[in-house]
């Protein structure tokens, strides 16, 4: 078995980058793909209506994300353990798991590990970080490298999304990655952010090719120009089947595909949003 050191010293290359990928595809327990999709659609609502619409569309996997809290999130630091133990309840309740938690903010060790023990409470294996701009990157990702251990021992990935700032795209997050230097962090990877934050420039098919054995997940994210990502996906200029077919050939070959965005409206509106969502992504899947 690798040593820690040994990973470490190889974390650029293609071996290295397949063993990360591979420890958060499929397990017996699960299948190699997980379609879920974020409560983001329904953020203006109580968490529990984007759980019951998640679960109406026939996903199995609900993402916590946004919702109508004071902070606007489903789980965060502020979260006490009793409250996620509660949120965890209602997800089972509806027969759902939780595969990505977006968990905000942090100042230091102590928050990052109680959203990392939130987690804990909801099942969920991967915390999904933003990151933060390049004035805070040092003591950002100097919290992240010191709970990499820990979350590893509670069998949580940590991994960063594609968001702007000096984590925009592709290159920028494997270099972040690299630096903290941890096998139990990696790259969440978000198509539409990657358009997003280019200004349509950068297509992620072409982006793609620089994650080759960071990727952990994958938030499902269309985009429209000039600056449009509250869509359906399959509706906006993401090419998904290349952009998963690239993934794949770089190490990606399970793992969570959570829709992050839809068409926005009211309930019914959102209700079939979420169905079509569901149906091409398992469209997605049935060509990998």
């Known amino acids: 078995m690798q040593t820690r050191r040994q990973f470490i010293g190889t974390l650029a290359t293609a071996t290295a980058g397949a063993a990360l990928t591979q420890s958060f595809a499929a397990t017996p327990k699960q299948p190699r793909w997980q379609v879920g999709c974020y409560t983001r659609p329904w953020t203006q609502f109580d968490y529990r209506v984007p759980l019951d619409a998640i679960a109406k569309a026939g996903f199995k996997y609900a993402g916590l994300m946004t919702t109508n809290s004071k902070n606007k999130l489903v789980i965060s630091c502020e979260t006490t353990p009793e409250e996620a133990a509660a949120v965890s309840n209602e997800v089972k309740q509806r027969g759902l798991k939780v595969p990505s938690i977006w968990g905000g903010r942090f100042k230091d060790t102590a928050e990052l590990k109680r959203i990392i023990d939130n987690c804990v409470i909801c099942g969920c294996p991967n915390l999904l970080l933003g990151g933060t701009n390049e004035k805070q990157a040092d003591a950002y990702y100097k919290i992240v490298a010191e709970c990499c251990d820990y979350a590893a021992s509670k069998k949580v990935g940590l991994s960063v999304k594609p968001h702007g700032g000096n984590n925009a795209n592709g290159a920028q997050c494997r270099d972040l990655i690299k630096k903290v230097g941890h096998k139990n962090f990696g790259l969440w990877y978000d198509p539409g952010n990657i358009f997003y934050y280019s200004g349509g420039e950068l ?81 997605l899947t049935r060509g990998l």
């Open 203 to 283: 297509d992620p098919v072409k982006d793609a090719a620089d994650v080759d054995g960071i990727v952990m997940g994958m938030c499902i994210k269309d985009f429209r120009p000039p600056k449009e990502v509250s869509l359906t996906p399959g509706t906006g200029k993401v090419d998904f089947a290349k952009v998963l077919t690239r993934l794949k050939q770089g190490g990606f070959t399970g793992g969570a595909l959570v829709v992050e965005c839809l068409d926005p409206g009211e309930l019914p509106h959102l209700q079939a949003e979420a169905i079509k969502a569901r149906k091409f992504v398992e469209s």
